[in-house]
């Protein structure tokens, strides 16, 4: 979803033509935009981990524990999906305020295609660290401290009770990342919309397809 909606939060040439000129204030677009890609973000999550999210409580917790096992599944999965997705507008906006608006566009696509290769190529080859023993090895501190899916892991461990006190960093690394991503996110959206749509009207997009 971050990949494929790559551009679809901030303003676009489209965005500016049709409604600068009615009565509506670039809050209301902005609050428009970030509610619909939290729509499209939301129904995917909910599609990808509505059965596993019952499957897995039931059978890792238990019936006791099944409740607390549940709301924390979905608080981390939330979470996680929140700090990638995030993060991915973090990138967009800064870049969008630091470069010239035509580098911009051009470097936009770059980007994009990096981002889906970071994500592929981390989903199946980031090593997997799935014992206690593993967890506690020096020799995969580094692995653990690189990923955020250890972290998120952790945090959910956390919120579940589990986590040993040794890796309370790990959880803390999460917290972090996601308070970072969020912040970030929203400080670089609120620029963009305040700084960037008057550029959008003054420079056209010139490379094809760009703002759509």
């Not at 800064?94 to 889906?116: H, K, M, T, Y």
Request: hydrophobic fraction near 60%.
């Amino acid at each position: 979803i971050a990949v494929v909606s790559w551009d679809a939060t901030f303003p676009d040439r489209r965005d500016v033509m049709v409604l600068s000129p009615l009565p509506v204030v670039p809050r209301v677009i902005l609050l428009a935009k970030v509610a619909a890609s939290a729509a499209i973000l939301g129904i995917a999550i909910l599609a990808l981990n509505c059965a596993s999210s019952f499957a897995w409580s039931l059978v890792l917790a238990g019936f006791p524990g099944a409740l607390r096992f549940f709301l924390v599944w979905w608080f981390t999965m939330v979470a996680a999906s929140a700090f990638l997705y995030c993060s991915v507008l973090t990138v967009q906006g800064f870049s969008a305020l630091l470069l010239p608006r035509r580098i911009f566009l051009r470097l936009s696509a770059i980007l994009q295609l990096a981002a889906f290769g970071l994500f592929l190529g981390v989903y199946f080859l980031e090593p997997s660290v799935i014992t206690p023993s593993l967890f506690a090895s020096v020799e995969n501190h580094w692995v653990l401290a690189s990923s955020p899916s250890y972290w998120f892991f952790a945090l959910f461990d956390q919120l579940n009770g589990t986590l040993p006190p040794e890796l309370t960093w790990l959880a803390a690394r999460a917290w972090t990342g996601l308070g970072v991503a969020v912040s970030g996110a929203a400080a670089s959206l609120l620029l963009c919309y305040m700084r960037t749509m008057k550029k959008t009207v003054e420079e056209p997009d010139l490379v094809p397809g760009a703002g759509r």
